[in-house]
């Protein structure tokens, strides 16, 4: 899938190059950028606000000076911190109820946006522009670091046993490839503001700031994790089986855009 993805990202180059015209404009762009996860489900916790570092290319196709459609492609990472209460339950092993503390390190997607450009005319030695679109984004990486505490242990699975209190061992794993783990499609919305100086000719300086927010969650449907109820995991009227919720994870991210357009 990595060549695939390497393909479609040297085509596209390969486009807006022959494309450069009047009526085309390429860039390359830089990014540092702050992200954070967000959630609505309460029993998931999340924080930090890590800073990470993207970059991309710029391909606005001009309709006129003052509006274009605005494409590229974006090497975009996030970070972040989250803690729940999950179910192991591999084959052969025991199922045990865990109290999961992970470190989303490097989450990487290359991402495709579409948006629509709205520039001013020239005001002062300025141009002054705005946008709005959406992205579409192919996971290329994840790694993180975990904590993991076992809470309880289901010791008679195949009978459907109870739960019981163990000790609470601790686990950790460090660089713990995640990305299977992971949706692979992430959809944004993405807002951006910002300027354009005339450098030389039709080259410009581009700097701005963009709001990239995820409509996707990090983790797939089907993805679940324990609920808590007054403080405890929360079991169904049998006192065997956990409760489970959505894994609804959000990645966000804030953009400070500097490239050079030509």
């Known amino acids: 899938m990595k060549k695939i993805v390497f393909l479609v990202m040297g085509l596209a180059l390969a486009t807006m190059v022959s494309a450069q015209g009047k009526s085309f404009k390429i860039g390359i762009k830089l990014s540092p950028s702050m992200g954070y996860m967000k959630t609505d489900v309460g029993d998931i916790a999340t924080n930090g606000r890590p800073l990470r570092f993207g970059y991309g290319l710029i391909f606005d196709r001009m309709f006129s000076e003052n509006y274009a459609l605005g494409f590229g492609l974006n090497m975009i990472e996030f970070g972040g911190h989250a803690e729940y209460t999950n179910l192991y339950s591999e084959s052969g092993s025991i199922p045990t109820i865990q109290y999961v503390k992970r470190n989303y390190n490097k989450v990487?997607?290359?991402?495709?946006?579409?948006?629509?450009?709205?520039?001013?005319?020239?005001?002062?030695?300025?141009?002054?522009?705005?946008?709005?679109?959406?992205?579409?984004?192919?996971?290329?990486?994840?790694?993180?670091?975990?904590?993991?505490?076992?809470?309880?242990?289901?010791?008679?699975?195949?009978?459907?046993?109870?739960?019981?209190?163990?000790?609470?061992?601790?686990?950790?794993?460090?660089?713990?490839?995640?990305?299977?783990?992971?949706?692979?499609?992430?959809?944004?919305?993405?807002?951006?503001?910002?300027?354009?100086?005339?450098?030389?000719?039709?080259?410009?300086?581009?700097?701005?700031?963009?709001?990239?927010?995820?409509?996707?969650?990090?983790?797939?449907?089907?993805?679940?994790?324990?609920?808590?109820?007054?403080?405890?995991?929360?079991?169904?009227?049998?006192?065997?089986?956990?409760?489970?919720?959505?894994?609804?994870?959000?990645?966000?991210?804030?953009?400070?855009?500097?490239?050079?357009?030509?």
């Open 108 to 262: 990487k997607y290359v991402e495709m946006p579409l948006t629509l450009k709205l520039r001013t005319a020239m005001i002062g030695k300025m141009i002054y522009w705005g946008q709005f679109g959406v992205g579409l984004g192919y996971l290329f990486s994840g790694y993180a670091d975990e904590e993991v505490t076992d809470l309880y242990e289901q010791k008679d699975a195949a009978s459907g046993g109870a739960f019981t209190s163990t000790s609470g061992k601790v686990s950790v794993d460090d660089k713990l490839d995640i990305k299977s783990n992971l949706n692979p499609i992430r959809a944004s919305m993405i807002i951006a503001a910002g300027a354009e100086y005339p450098i030389s000719g039709s080259t410009f300086l581009s700097y701005g700031i963009t709001y990239n927010g995820g409509l996707l969650s990090m983790y797939g449907a089907s993805d679940e994790v324990i609920k808590y109820k007054d403080g405890a995991v929360a079991f169904n009227n049998d006192n065997k089986t956990p409760v489970f919720v959505e894994k609804k994870i959000l990645l966000n991210q804030v953009q400070l855009n500097v490239g050079i357009i030509f």
